[in-house]
Nanobody, 123 residues
Framework: HVQLVESGGGSVQAGGSLRLSCGAS????????MGWFRQVPGKEREGVAG????????YYADSVKGRFTISRDNDANTVYLQMSSLKPEDTGVYYC????????????????WGQGTQVTVSS
C-alpha cells in the first residue's frame, strides 16, 4: 500500500505562485505515473498534471498549460507542482495520486490518493 502526503497548499492572491509537494512511501510505485488532481465542492475531480518516472514525460490539463509545472525527485520519491499566475478558478483541494498504468489525467481510476491540500486564490 502506497501512502502519499501532500504539503504546500495555502492562500494566495491572483497572479501569485504556490508550490505543492507530495511524498510517496513506496519507491516501487513511483516508477509509474504520479500526478495531481483538484476538486471544487459541487464539481467533479479534475486531472491537472501527470508525469512518468522513467521517461519524464509530462501531461497537463489545457486549463493549466503554461502556468503549472510538474516535476519529480526520484531519489526523494517526491513529486512537485509549481503553480504560477494563479487564478481564482484554480481554487480547490489538490490531491496527489499514483497510477500503476499510464498517465491518464482525464481518467479518475488512479490507484492511490493523498489526503489533499487546500489551495485558495483570491481576486
Amino acid at each position: 500500500h502506497v501512502q502519499l502526503v501532500e504539503s504546500g497548499g495555502g492562500s494566495v492572491q491572483a497572479g501569485g505562485s504556490l508550490r505543492l509537494s507530495c511524498g510517496a512511501s513506496d519507491y516501487t510505485y513511483t516508477s509509474r505515473c504520479m500526478g495531481w488532481f483538484r476538486q471544487v465542492p459541487g464539481k467533479e475531480r479534475e486531472g491537472v498534471a501527470g508525469t512518468y518516472r522513467n521517461s519524464g514525460n509530462m501531461y497537463y490539463a489545457d486549463s493549466v498549460k503554461g502556468r503549472f509545472t510538474i516535476s519529480r525527485d526520484n531519489d526523494a520519491n517526491t513529486v512537485y507542482l509549481q503553480m504560477s499566475s494563479l487564478k481564482p478558478e484554480d481554487t480547490g483541494v489538490y490531491y496527489c495520486a499514483v497510477r500503476v498504468g499510464g498517465c491518464r489525467i482525464y481518467d479518475d481510476d488512479w490507484n492511490y490518493w493523498g489526503q489533499g491540500t487546500q489551495v485558495t486564490v483570491s481576486s
